[in-house]
């Protein structure tokens, strides 16, 4: 894992997002976002309705805590010392999700949660990156990947359906047409798609499809789990959006034998130091046995909305590489 500590000018290269206060303001007032933010706030109604009816509790999210989702890929620092102790913003609440479930009376859980995962500045081309946004964190106890496709699958179809019923004319103004998926989605395996399709599997099938859909087996952080008798077969997915919009969830079934998240630590150079309480959970056999899932909301309302760019969806962009207004 590489954490770098990189001075702040590497952050004011290449603007293109408001360039002054003036633009920031106009980019506020644009009638456009009041569309957006009407389809935004009516696909979060709708996830709030499902998880209510399927039982599924929420709970607030936490944004400084001495331990994180360590992200498998390159980003800098964000933690600040705080009486003596490093507290990290939340990179996701993956850690927090497991142990919220510890909780007897508590088996199914979300959070809508903030991160801040500040990644390379070269992200800001793909149109898909913030460095800062936020995740509908779903997680569950005892269950399996299988439980936690056919919910969701339940959770994307209702989120269409409120949507295209409760802002017609904030589509029809934005000029975009959606149509309710057919379910179950399509559920693909990674290695049959790279070898179809090569390793840019997931844009091309993006590009192709016309309704959301699964694709199985990540080689990714530690506490996706690995099958013991399949290495290198992970019991996780994506979701991806149609239409080239790319990924919309990421998650899985988790390790929670302590050997096992051990092992895969070492394996990916974890510094075992910073998940140290983590750890002593884990090695009291405590780690509940869980799956769950990500959904990026502002991605979903990129693709919901058919924004080129998802600084367009919000009114304070945090683009990677972009110099920050307000
Ligand atoms: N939310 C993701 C999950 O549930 C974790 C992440 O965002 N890195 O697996």
Not at 81 to 98: A, C, D, P, V
Not at 120 to 140: A, M, N, P, Y
């Amino acid at each position: 894992m590489v954490i770098y500590h990189l001075a702040l000018s590497v952050f004011s290269v290449n603007d293109t997002g408001a360039q002054s206060m003036k633009e920031a303001v106009l980019h506020i007032k644009s009638e456009k976002r009041m569309h957006i933010l009407r389809v935004q706030s009516s696909a979060l109604m709708a996830i709030h309705s499902y998880m209510h009816k399927h039982g599924v509790v929420q709970s607030m999210p936490i944004i400084l805590s001495p331990e994180t989702d360590p992200l498998n890929h390159p980003h800098f620092d964000a933690s600040v010392e705080y009486y003596g102790q490093r507290l990290h913003l939340t990179k996701s609440m993956i850690l927090h999700k497991q142990l919220s479930l510890l909780n007897d009376g508590i088996d199914k859980i979300y959070f809508m949660s903030p991160n801040v995962r500040l990644e390379d500045g070269k992200l800001k081309e793909t149109g898909r990156h913030l460095f800062e946004f936020s995740q509908v964190d779903i997680e569950f106890k005892d269950k399996t990947k299988k439980d936690f496709i056919r919910f969701t699958d339940g959770m994307i179809a209702s989120i269409y359906k409120f949507v295209m019923r409760k802002c017609a004319d904030d589509l029809k103004a934005l000029d975009r047409t959606l149509k309710v998926p057919k379910l179950p989605l399509k559920v693909y395996e990674s290695e049959d798609l790279r070898k179809e399709l090569g390793e840019d599997f997931e844009k091309l099938v993006s590009h192709r499809a016309e309704d959301p859909f699964w694709i199985m087996n990540f080689r990714r952080e530690f506490y996706d789990r690995e099958d013991k008798e399949r290495r290198g077969y992970y019991h996780n997915y994506d979701i991806f959006w149609p239409e080239g919009y790319g990924e919309a969830l990421s998650g899985g079934e988790r390790e929670w034998e302590h050997k096992e998240i051990v092992r895969k630590m070492a394996e990916r150079k974890t510094n075992m130091k910073a998940f140290d309480t983590y750890l002593q959970v884990s090695s009291q056999g405590l780690i509940p046995r869980t799956v769950g899932g990500g959904l990026g909301i502002e991605r979903m309302v990129r693709y919901l909305t058919g924004q080129k760019h998802i600084r367009d969806v919000t009114l304070f962009p945090r683009v990677p590489g972009e110099r920050i207004i307000f």
